[in-house]
Nanobody, 115 residues
């Protein structure tokens, strides 16, 4: 059974930082492209950052320079370091694992940034 479990969300003031973690079980995380998505109230889910099996990363323009994605394959874990958080970063953050036709999602972790 595949599970992705996110943690690290919470309430933070604007300008603050959080680090999200996503621990995978039931898959060999190293072969997957991992992504962090977020969904704000009333909006569609959007890709925030991704990292390939080879370690190449990309981030959305809206978080470029503030968010960093990384992975520790030995721990089957992917991280999202979020700095200089702004109220518009508020939402539920989801971890995603993708390989060929397979895609898995975590249950999400809430991030709330107060102004």
């Amino acid at each position: 059974q595949v599970q992705l479990v996110e943690s690290g969300g919470g309430l933070v003031q604007a300008g603050g930082s959080l680090r999200l973690s996503c621990v995978a079980s039931g898959i060999i995380l190293s072969i997957y492209t991992m992504g962090w998505y977020r969904q704000a109230p009333g909006k569609q889910r959007e890709l925030v950052a991704s990292i390939t099996s080879g370690g190449s990363t990309s981030v959305a323009d809206s978080v470029n320079g503030r968010f960093t994605i990384s992975r520790d394959n030995a721990k089957n874990t992917v991280y999202l370091q979020m700095n200089s958080l702004q109220p518009e970063d508020t939402g539920v953050y989801y971890c995603n694992a993708a390989y060929l036709h397979m895609r898995y999602w975590g249950q999400g972790t809430q991030v709330t940034v107060s102004s």
